[in-house]
């Protein structure tokens, strides 16, 4: 199968599938930052703006810019009515539309690995944030497992329709994440994992909520429909989960922080 490029085009299915994992990870992440209030931020890759809703409810931020390059993402995330304080722009990672030194603090959630080049995201993020300024992600351990659908992508491989890749798929792990804060400058960087669970009413709710995820919707579009079948209960097996029992998913995810000097 050839690795498409994974598209997020739909903010309401993205926030059932994913906007609740990284809120829950978000929570752990924030309280860990520690971020004082009346700060200027910019949310890179802010998507639905699952992420950057939490910065407004629990940070006091002065300002947030959140930047994606998906319009219906941004459509979404305008529709949350967080005030004046957040403006949603259409933007890249690879160019921050900021001048250098103009916020306080660069955030990207489940973002590095969607960067086309991290060590150019990280740069960027380090230049438009002040000196003394903090420059901090977090995101899931794609290469270990940590993927909230993991055991979905594990039936994929099993059956032979490898899920679509992300760009960066390295950036997820722990030891790459702290050579890209270490390679960009940043000084007193601190790492750790967030490990989170989520409950799903059923395995059908699971499954409904887990095939709206893009990298899984791009293989099984292009898989026979008859694979489908076979493809869900080997997810069930592999998550052990009865019929009708509610389903307890695991995720992890990494995080770093770091300040420009
Ligand atoms: C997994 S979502 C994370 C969204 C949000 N930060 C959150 O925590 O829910 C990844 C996001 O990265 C965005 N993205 C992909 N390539 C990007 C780039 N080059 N620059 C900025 N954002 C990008 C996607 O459009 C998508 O909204």
Redesign the pocket.
């Known amino acids: 199968m050839t690795n498409q490029p ?3 085009s739909d903010g309401a299915g ?2 059932q599938m ?2 609740i ?3 829950s ?2 929570e752990i992440f924030l309280d860990w930052v520690r971020p004082a209030a009346g700060k200027l931020w910019i ?10 809703q939490l910065i407004a409810e629990r940070c006091a931020p002065a300002s947030i810019l959140g ?4 319009e219906s ?1 941004l459509d979404f995330a305008r529709t949350r009515g967080l005030g004046e304080i957040i403006r949603f722009e259409v ?4 160019a921050l539309p900021l001048d250098d030194h103009s916020v306080d603090i660069s955030v ?4 590095v690995h ?3 080049d991290p060590t150019k ?1 990280i740069a960027e993020m380090k230049r438009v944030t002040s000196p003394g300024g903090t420059v901090a992600a977090y995101g899931w351990d794609l290469l270990n497992g940590g993927f909230p659908y993991e055991p979905l992508h594990q039936a994929m491989r099993e059956l032979g329709l490898p899920p679509s890749e ?2 960066s798929p390295q950036a997820g792990d722990a030891a790459e994440l702290m050579r890209l804060w270490t390679e960009a400058g940043l000084t007193r960087i601190d790492a750790r994992d967030i490990p989170v669970t989520r409950s799903f009413s059923n395995f059908e709710d699971y499954w409904t909520t887990a095939i709206k995820a893009p990298r899984i919707k791009i293989a099984l579009e292009a898989t026979a429909p008859d694979t489908v079948p076979n493809l869900k209960d080997r997810v069930r097996t592999n998550l052990g989960a009865d019929i009708d029992a509610s389903v307890t998913a695991t995720a992890r995810a990494n995080a770093i922080c770091g300040n420009v000097a």
Not at 43 to 52: L, R
Not at 67 to 70: E, G, V
Not at 91 to 94: E, H
């Open positions: 994974v598209r997020f993205y926030e994913m906007g994992w990284s809120r990870v978000g949310d890179v890759g802010c998507g639905s703006g699952a992420f950057s930047i994606d390059p998906s993402q933007g890249d990672a690879m990207a959630a489940l973002v969607f960067m086309p995201g992300p760009p």
